[in-house]
């Protein structure tokens, strides 16, 4: 287990889930399949794209928990969603940023 | 408890605490079984200015698993949200609330339940709870406002959520403080103490009498609950049994930001308490495992069940009362894993065990609560469940008023072990043992609860504020 000081967080607001809840993005089965669920996601490149079109259509906060340094593994919440990623430069940037 | 603040982390977070489960075949609508899961333990009436409710950040939910591996292939799912009619005034009610749409209900909670089984959704939602039972001005004809609560779904299913009167019993006090049942306490051993007043036996104290709990009950067609939709009549048969338990979860990432007053939550939801048979992880589960056990699927009991082979009860009963339980101390003393114990909790009792009876879903260690639906209501129930010779109550499934504290002293003191090894002899005192709460096998009504109703939602009147009651008297008469 990582310790608290190789964690971190990071809060952003004015940033949008689709909000489609539980009930509509459960996928089909037990109440078991809803829960923890995380999905991976490719290492994000660089992104240039315009911040306020990424938000478009998102409602709620996206917070960023640097899961393992080393690795660059960020778990991204969303909504209801957990979108894991491993991208050390993010990571990095991250870090810095609460140095 | 039953399950009342039954683990460290989860003590600190009762309006995800589930507190009891029930699940029993309707006495008055036996086609149909109930399910009963209860939230938010020990509530005083007198709660005034915010008066208890669900958590409209708590996913909740009833799950049935009907072919054995312990995994929900039924799961009803409960999310509440709470409307202020007026936020500048800090009243709950602004005038006697006389229907569950009255003006007057200033602070009100509607849900909606989503029911899945075979992958498929359906969603109901905007069904109405009642308010607290605040007391006779505030809430006058009480019973009427939660009978209009009580909603029926358009697949069957009768649904209600609100608070009811607590319907469990347990002499707490007494349990632990170092296992000192009064009955018994002067065959304790008292660890050398020179204590006078535990010289004599005396009667159970019931550490939860009047107060509140909040419930979710569904009644549901037994067909709708079958793997195959057939109604279960034939109690030999696998499928006529099912299992049943409660979860709630909570969202993985909660953010308290300063300045707003309010925390705001994101992420997938995650499991934070589940309870099937009551008890278990108030006893049988490890201070260092509890919180972990509430966080696993029932599908992943097998890793917990040294711990309801080899209860540390069981090997704590013959040092509390030395005298008392020698056969059960022998019996700890070869090690021997409690196969019946095993059944009760994990798999369910086999057929040829009991005459007659059988609520075994398979070999896998799941902790749901089993109830074999083909088992008809009794009609003379004994609150001691299969131990008193009633098949309808405890371990098969749970009624209101079992005495499931008794029923379970006496399993882990050995008096079920007889019945997968039959040349073992229980102690006379395992047969005896209780916290002394009921007055006998047939009382339904126990000490210091209120009177349970003969009908949907079953759980009593929830007590009034005003009233405060300070004895045991039931809550003012209603039909609900």
């Known amino acids: 287990m990582t310790g608290l000081s190789r964690r971190g967080f990071l809060g952003k607001g004015s940033l949008s889930v689709a909000a489609a809840g539980l009930l509509a993005t459960a996928p089909a089965g037990a109440i078991s399949a809803l829960l923890g669920s995380a999905s991976e996601a490719p290492a994000v490149e660089e992104e240039t794209a315009n911040l306020a079109d990424l938000g478009s259509g998102l409602d709620g906060s996206v917070v960023a928990h640097i899961r393992d340094i080393g690795s660059g593994e960020i778990s991204v919440f969303t909504g209801e969603r957990e979108v894991v990623i491993r991208d050390p430069a993010i990571a990095a940037r991250l870090l810095r940023a609460v140095r | ?480």
């Not at chain 2, 009667?203 to 609950?225: E, F, R, W, Y």
Request: proline share 8%.
């Open chain 2, 1 to 480: 408890m039953s399950s009342h603040r039954e683990a460290p982390q989860i003590s600190k977070d009762p309006v995800a605490d589930s507190t009891d489960l029930y699940a029993f075949v309707s006495p008055d609508n036996p086609e149909t079984v109930t399910i009963i899961a209860n939230y938010i333990p020990l509530q005083p009436p007198a709660s005034g200015p915010n008066f208890y409710e669900f958590g409209d950040d708590v996913l909740y939910a009833i799950n049935i698993d009907n072919n054995g591996d312990g995994i929900a292939d039924i799961s009803y799912l409960f999310r509440f949200t709470t409307e202020i009619g007026n936020v500048n005034t800090f009243l709950y009610n602004t005038g006697p609330i006389q229907s569950i749409t009255d003006s007057h209900f200033n602070r009100r909670q509607t849900y909606s339940v989503t029911k899945y089984e075979r992958g498929l959704p359906k969603v109901w939602s905007g069904i109405p709870c009642p308010p607290c039972n605040i007391g006779p001005l505030s809430t006058p004809n009480y019973g009427n406002l939660a009978g209009a609560a009580i909603t029926t779904l358009s697949s069957g299913e009768l649904v209600f959520a609100g608070q009811r009167a607590e319907g469990f019993y347990v002499d707490l006090g007494a349990i632990f403080d170092l296992g000192d049942l009064r009955p018994f306490e002067q065959l304790h051993n008292t660890f050398g103490l020179n204590v006078p007043e535990l010289a004599k036996p005396a009667p159970g104290l019931n550490a939860t009498k009047s107060v509140n709990v909040h419930t979710i009950a569904l009644q549901i067609p037994k067909t709708a609950l079958t793997s195959d939709g057939s109604n279960p009549t034939v109690v030999g048969a696998r499928s006529s049994s099912i299992g049943v338990w409660t979860t709630a979860s909570r969202q993985a990432v909660r953010m308290v930001a300063a300045n707003r007053g309010a925390g705001e939550d994101t992420g997938p939801w995650v499991q934070v308490s589940r309870l099937a048979n009551p008890l278990v992880n108030e006893v049988l589960i490890p201070m260092g495992l509890k919180d972990y056990w509430n966080s696993v699927d029932p599908s992943g009991d097998k890793q917990f069940a040294i711990h309801y082979a080899r209860p540390e009860l069981g090997d704590l009963l013959p040092v509390l009362y030395p005298s008392a339980f020698p056969n059960l101390n022998a019996l700890n003393g070869r090690g021997t894993a409690r196969a019946d114990l095993e059944a009760i909790l994990l798999t369910g009792i086999p057929a040829g065990i009991i005459p007659g009876f059988q609520n075994y879903l398979g070999p896998t260690q799941a902790d749901t609560l089993k109830l074999n639906m083909a088992v008809a209501p009794s009609s003379s129930p004994n609150n001691l469940g299969l131990l008193g010779g009633d098949l309808a109550g405890f371990p098969n499934g749970r009624r209101v008023f079992d005495d499931v504290v008794t029923i379970e002293l006496r399993a882990i003191a050995g008096v079920t072990y007889a019945l997968v090894d039959k040349s073992y002899t229980p102690d006379q005192a395992a047969g005896e043992v209780t916290d002394g709460l009921t007055s006998s096998a047939t009382d339904t009504t126990a000490m210091g609860t209120a009177n349970y109703l003969s009908r949907f939602p079953y759980l009593g009147t929830p007590y009034a504020g005003f009233d405060i009651p300070s004895d045991d008297s039931p809550a003012m008469a209603s039909t609900y």
